[in-house]
């Protein structure tokens, strides 16, 4: 499983945009890339998922460039609300049973502010 | 609601004392996965279940210990336990083609939280 390095920690202020970034230079051909947010005492819940080129939903864009050894998660105008833990996740666990180590980065802490 | 329920929710106990953490996966999905959560850190993978068969472990220690039944619900038995055992356990399921998360995607329950006293 690729491995993921993020950054420990972002501030923003409400309303702004913000964009995560996550490495993961050994990620495998069948890999593909999710993004979980965590609020405290919480499980981790899926925001969003991608392979490559650019996936948009209702509360995120993924942006995944050619080489895919990285990928943005972007939160439009975030809110208060948005404070919490963001992971991103590189594998394929659609093969069932594939015995799948899907082990978390260190994650990165987004503070939203007034 | 994720689907994924873990009983119990909280749990206190004392040191030398062995507990069960249960988890019941989303409808359709086939593995189960542990994770420990301690408090401030990151999410440690302990092992992954399919079918009922164990296929991948994690740094879980060897007083731990898990199964998964034919109803494909799982238990997480924590053994001699320890004051650093406390902490939050997550459960996840994937595998199941329903939903609109779909089969690669990990869903997570509210996690029992056990402090070791």
């Given amino acids: ?23 993961h ?3 495998a051909t069948n890999d593909y890339i999710t993004w979980y947010q965590q ?3 919480q499980g981790p819940r899926f925001i969003i998922q991608g392979y490559k080129t650019k996936v948009t939903n209702e509360v995120a864009s993924l942006f995944i460039p050619a080489d895919r050894k990285s990928s943005t998660l972007s939160l439009p ?3 208060l609300s948005d404070t919490a833990v963001y992971y991103c996740l590189v594998g394929d ?6 015995g799948n180590k899907l082990t978390f980065g260190t994650g990165t802490q987004l503070k939203v502010e007034l | 609601d994720s689907g994924v329920t873990q009983t ?14 249960r988890c019941s996966p989303r409808s359709g999905d086939l593995s189960v996965y542990w994770y420990q959560q301690s408090l401030d850190q990151g999410l440690q993978f302990l092992i992954q279940y399919y079918n009922g068969e164990e296929r991948a ?12 039944f034919p109803d494909l619900h799982s238990e997480l038995n924590l053994s001699s336990l320890e004051l650093g055992d406390s902490a939050l356990y997550f459960c ?26």
């Fill in chain 1, 25 to 27: 230079n050994n990620i």
């Fill in chain 2, 92 to 117: 996840a399921s994937s595998g199941g083609t329903g939903g609109p998360t779909g089969a690669n995607v990990l869903t997570f329950g509210a996690g029992s939280r056990l402090t070791v006293l």
């Fill in chain 1, 77 to 79: 105008r975030v809110s």
């Fill in chain 1, 93 to 98: 666990i659609r093969l069932t049973g594939g």
């Fill in chain 1, 1 to 23: 499983l690729a491995k993921t390095t993020q950054p420990i920690s972002m501030d923003s202020y409400e309303g702004q945009e913000v964009n995560i970034t996550c490495s």
């Fill in chain 2, 57 to 68: 472990k994690g740094n879980i220690l060897e007083r731990f210990s898990a199964q998964q």
């Fill in chain 2, 8 to 21: 119990p929710k909280h749990l206190i106990t004392a040191t030398g004392q062995r507990v069960t953490l």
């Fill in chain 1, 39 to 41: 609020f405290p005492s």
